[in-house]
């Protein structure tokens, strides 16, 4: 058995890893039913909208981007499920957290700061985005799209697509009083995203006025990153564009949350 050489001291490791252990273990009672919805869901969607709307557009079109339909619409799915999984995670188990169940409140009162709260829960967010973008990556290779040795960096692209968002909204929720604004925010913010940014059909197509909207929205960059990467297109300047601009709205998000977090949490 090997032993600790004697004079030598375990590293501590860092406060915000208690907090993440936390939603780790509340993820034990909901994994199963999770998995089953990050499989599910994607298979229904590419199935519906790859395969059979995509077996209409290729008859008549022949082909969207210069590739099938089901190539086009799967890496623009890919970045719209980490997007709202983004949402999910940063809205109703944030505001619940401060004043609902108060666990933020709980972990203050042990030796974790409220930085250790934040990054730990962002950092949950971050492992949640990279186990559904790695099943959609898997069943976009099983439906024969991801086919190109890059299509594995569009696992980081996705889950970077999924932090530029859950990053602002965290510091959003931090500051509600009332839930009332996440339906404003799931209605009028990530419907139109979903359907307007790309993911199903260029940009191109929208009236000359909305183009510049839709290429200004997060949702945009990450749909275009994730399409180049995995369809093996050769990821030039345009693609390091859309990552700096999504890694600038993270950078911005937590420097918002951990100032509103500051302002909500320290008495």
Not at 11 to 16: G, T
Not at 77 to 84: D, E, K, N
Not at 198 to 218: I, K, M, N
């Amino acid at each position: 058995m090997l032993t600790r050489p004697a004079g030598t001291r375990r590293r501590p490791r860092p406060l915000w890893v208690r907090s993440l252990g936390y939603w780790a273990f509340q993820y034990k009672r909901t994994w199963r039913s999770s998995l089953t919805s990050s499989f599910l869901y994607p298979v229904l969607y590419l199935a519906a909208m790859g395969v059979g709307l995509g077996t209409l557009v290729d008859h008549h079109v022949h082909s969207v981007g210069g590739v099938s339909y089901l190539s086009f619409v799967g890496p623009g799915v890919l970045a719209a499920t980490a997007m709202q999984v983004g949402t999910n995670e940063s809205t109703y188990p944030v505001m619940g957290a401060i004043k609902w169940i108060r666990t933020y409140l709980a972990m203050l009162a042990t030796p974790l700061r409220v930085i250790d709260v934040l990054v730990g829960h962002l950092a949950w967010m971050v492992l949640r985005l990279v186990l559904t973008s790695a099943i959609f990556l898997a069943v976009l290779a099983a439906f024969g799209v991801a086919r190109s040795p890059e299509a594995v960096l569009a696992l980081p692209a996705a889950v970077l697509g999924g932090t530029a968002f859950a990053a602002p909204i965290t510091a959003f929720s931090a500051t509600q009083e009332k839930d009332a604004n996440f339906s404003v925010i799931y209605r009028f913010v990530l419907i139109p995203l979903f359907l307007f940014s790309g993911t199903f059909f260029p940009v191109t197509r929208l009236p000359g006025w909305l183009q510049p909207v839709a290429e200004v929205t997060p949702l945009y960059h990450a749909v275009a990153l994730c399409r180049t990467l995995v369809l093996g297109q050769a990821p030039g300047w345009p693609a390091l564009g859309h990552a700096a601009y999504l890694v600038a709205l993270t950078v911005v998000g937590v420097a918002a949350a951990t100032r509103a977090f500051r302002r909500r949490l320290v008495v």
